[in-house]
């Protein structure tokens, strides 16, 4: 078992190989009790609870890593802000009591609608001490989208930018009967009496604040699922959820001591939010974020200059590296790089193998969803890496396959069959409800299990394999078809940069696989090229599994985290109505 916070601050980080926190997985399973797990956590004073401000940075502001680094912003013009963990807290406590100058309440809502920059986290953390719900929103979606996030969560402040407000709220702002204070990060000066300077604000605001009683069940969090069908759903967590952000943190992303960290996730998705601020706060690294967008270029500089230990990225991500000609260890030293995370969408076998080849580091791909709050299933640092797997459940998560019909449930003992992927209850991040929704959250769940709504199958070592959403399933000649199985396969093909696989109706055999695929650059368009595609998915799959139609495409649409909104394909293919997408974060 991996030592305590406490104790870990005496190991010597300066060592050249940093053993891995989780070594002995069987044992460790065998062994954990969530209990255990939080024996790190502090808790308030006076046995009052558990608060994520206090744990990710009161107990730090008040211990040995008070003056270490918590947060480094890069800003875009590629200067950096350092941010010790007694200025983060002060910060923290300054907004809290901006909060309570302006009466929010436990529970309230309070939203930030901005890029990536010290407020939005500082307005978080802050968020948090008053035991308010934080809900961050992405700069990026358009002024409908932002309007049904600020009315269905009910926000009562947001914290954004001038130029954010005005062209994205200002106009609708009367609709909003909740939202009683918009707070701008870049003004000296009040607008109204409701459109208030945060700067001036926190000026006048105290460095202290006191915590009130937090129970693990108060919520603190809400966040709107990826919305590739539609409205996304709004889902609730609470306090108690630091728990899985420490253990995940600590056995996961394998956080040591003195690490350098980054997550490029923006905090406006369940991902930026939970490995972009709370685990590596609470496990007391210190916290990269970046204020500009993708460029190869900068970020394979960002993770050498920086020394960054541990790299938390997307499929997304990684695939747009792999178009490109950069050799990055021969370019840039990344000699301090350990690990490479992935998560948001399986990563396929061939992804992890370039990206384990380009960077010479294990790279573990992982398995959660917004409804978890934090990473259930894994591969780890100290276990053989099955390229393509999601890995095996976090110790003290119950994971199973189930077969569900009508009227039935049964979880499935054999190993290589799938069925739903599906969890026990009794992790400590598990949502609490969707806002609006508690009839849609009851039937989640069968019992004790939760169930995902993926399809996945165990392989006789005890790995988890993803088939697919259960929605997006192909059914074709008796064979039930997962679109990320055929996709993996796809990007064998050497001339395949980017695939999506739908399921394409077609009499007597129920559908058809047609696949859309970008070519890399170089590679010419052909019915030859078609043919020896498809060829290459027969080799790998099975001749009823290779796509029967290939289209190719210039670019497939996608929601802003990277996710394919095989839906939209769909639509377009059998020209059927696509709904209405201004709800959907932009591709």
Known sequence: ????????????????????????????????????????????????????????????????????????????????????????????????????????????????????????YVAALGTFKTVAVFCPLHSMFGPGAVFERLRHSEAKVLVTTLDLFEKKIKSRRGQLSALKYVLLVDKDNHLDERVLSLPLLMRNASPSFAIPPT????????????????????????????????????????????????????????????????????????????????????????LAEQKVNVWYTGPAAIRRLMRLPIKPRKQYDLEPLRLISSTGEPLPAGAVRWATETFGVPVIDSWWQTETGGIMISNYRNMPVKAGSMGKPLPGVRAAIAEITD?????IQETGKDGHLVLKRGWPSMF???????????????????????????????????????????????????????????????SVAEPA?????????????????????????????????????????????APKEIAFVDSLPKTRTGKIMRRLLKARELELPEGDLSTLEPA
């Not at 959820?241 to 996730?265: E, Q």
């Not at 009227?407 to 979880?411: A, M």
């Not at 609006?436 to 394999?465: C, E, M, N, S």
């Open 407 to 411: 009227g039935t449930f049964r979880i």
């Open 432 to 494: 609490k409800t969707y806002v609006g929704g508690d009839d849609r959250y009851v039937k989640t769940f069968h019992d004790d299990w939760y169930i995902t709504g993926d399809l996945a199958y165990r392989d006789p070592d005890g790995y988890y394999w993803f088939v697919g959403r259960s929605e997006d399933v192909i059914k074709t000649s008796g064979h039930r078809v997962g679109p990320f199985e055929v996709e993996s396969a796809l990007l064998e093909h050497a």
């Open 1 to 120: 078992m991996p030592l305590y916070f406490s104790e870990m601050q005496e190991i010597n980080t300066q060592v050249a190989v940093v053993e891995p926190n989780l070594d002995d997985y069987g044992a460790y399973v065998r062994n954990f009790t969530w209990k255990y797990g939080a024996r790190d956590l502090t808790g308030l004073p006076d046995g009052e609870g558990t608060n994520i401000a206090h744990e990710a940075v009161v107990r730090h502001a008040g211990g040995v890593l008070k003056d270490n680094v918590a947060l480094r912003w890069i800003r875009r013009d590629r200067s950096a802000k350092d941010f010790t963990y007694a200025e983060l807290n002060a910060l923290a406590s300054r907004f809290a009591n901006v909060l309570t100058l302006l009466d929010v309440a436990k529970g309230d809502t309070v939203s930030t609608l901005t890029g990536r920059i010290p407020e939005l």
């Open 215 to 302: 129970r693990n069940s108060d919520p603190a969090l809400l966040h709107f699922t990826s919305g590739t069908t539609g409205m996304p759903k709004a889902v609730l967590h609470g306090h108690g959820a630091v728990l899985t952000h420490l253990v995940t943190g600590r056995l996961v992303l394998d956080f040591h001591p003195g690490d350098v960290y980054w997550c490029t996730a923006d905090p406006a998705w369940a991902t930026g939010t939970s490995y972009g601020i709370i685990a590596p706060l609470v496990n007391g690294v210190t916290n990269l974020f970046d204020e500009g967008e993708f460029d190869a270029a900068r970020w394979y500089s960002i």
């Open 501 to 545: 696989v739908i399921g394409k109706p077609k009499p007597a055999i129920g559908e058809i696989i047609k696949a859309f695929v970008v070519l890399k650059p170089g590679s010419a368009a052909s019915e030859n090229l078609k043919l020896d595609i498809a060829a290459c998915v027969g080799s790998q799959l099975g001749p009823a599994v």
